[in-house]
């Protein structure tokens, strides 16, 4: 079977892994200053996050159209793909796959709809392991993609230490029980992403404390495979911790770690100067 892959633009893959597996991304809506960019188009990450704490009026976000899918799932089939294997964000944290449903829904029995529970490269990784199955074998069936991607979300760990809660607080979309916990005495709220739900797990008072505790969680969660440093313009703070991991644990990371700014779309939501990682335990 000719399989096809589709995510969406939260998914936080590199260019070229999206080139070196033929990924079809649709964008999801950015909305700065009453103008739209296309996810990625027109404003680029680094910008977005120098602008994004003085802006008068906050930036708002919009799934991408179900005419928008349509189109992507249109232009694989008649490219030859047999079936589209469609990944993506979380349902409880974004609306995309919403619309994503609704466009297979005009291609009977063509279109694999998936929820990943997950965002960033914990979506991502799942759609690489996908990909790296189809790769792997020009005859791959639908389900043994499905085993691969059931199989890294099982393993899957998503962590972060945001600076600030007030863009999430604004999103709506997070217990309010995390939004609280983010307003007491100007603490910094740590978060896991697991089964599709964002969860409160801890806070501290400083930025130091923030990456010693996010080194705990990596460290704890075992041997990787696959491994991400995630920053919401933060680069200087991402690398230096990779720099310390590099030194407390080369042995239990993966040779190829991901530096990944993360999508202004979902900086949106969580804000600036925050740090995370997505990690695949090994098998």
């Given at each position: 079977m000719k399989l096809g892959l589709l995510t969406d633009s939260t998914c936080d893959l590199p260019k070229y892994l999206i080139e070196q597996y033929e990924l079809e991304v649709v964008p999801s809506i950015l909305i700065l200053d009453g103008k739209e960019y296309a996810d990625g188009i027109g404003i680029s990450r680094e910008d977005f996050y120098r602008r994004l704490p003085s802006l008068h009026t906050p930036p708002t976000t919009a799934a991408p159209s179900i005419g928008d899918f349509s189109a992507r799932y249109d232009s694989l089939l008649t490219r030859g793909y047999e079936h589209i294997l469609s990944i993506h964000a979380a349902e409880a944290l974004t609306t995309i796959i919403n619309s994503a449903r609704q466009a297979a829904q005009d291609f009977p029995e063509k279109i694999t709809v998936i929820d990943s529970l997950s965002m960033s490269l914990g979506l991502g990784f799942q759609v690489l392991a996908a990909a790296e199955a189809v790769f792997e074998s020009a005859e791959i069936g639908l389900q043994a993609a499905l085993n691969a991607v059931?199989?890294?979300?099982?393993?899957?760990?998503?962590?972060?230490?945001?600076?600030?809660?007030?863009?999430?607080?604004?999103?709506?979309?997070?217990?309010?029980?995390?939004?609280?916990?983010?307003?007491?005495?100007?603490?910094?709220?740590?978060?896991?992403?697991?089964?599709?739900?964002?969860?409160?797990?801890?806070?501290?008072?400083?930025?130091?404390?923030?990456?010693e505790r996010m080194m705990n969680f990596l460290l704890e969660a075992g041997p990787l495979e696959r491994l991400a440093i995630l920053h919401t313009g933060a680069e200087p703070r991402a690398r230096e911790f990779l720099n310390t991991l590099m030194q407390k644990a080369s042995q239990s990371v993966p040779r190829d770690i991901l530096m990944v700014n993360v999508t202004t779309v979902i900086g949106t939501h969580v804000g600036p100067n925050g740090l995370g990682f997505a990690g695949v335990r090994k098998i």
């Open positions: 059931e199989s890294t979300r099982k393993r899957l760990h998503l962590f972060a230490a945001l600076d600030t809660m007030e863009n999430m607080r604004r999103s709506g979309r997070v217990p309010a029980v995390v939004t609280i916990l983010g307003s007491l005495l100007h603490i910094k709220p740590l978060i896991e992403i697991t089964n599709g739900e964002v969860k409160a797990i801890g806070a501290v008072r400083t930025t130091k404390q923030a990456n």
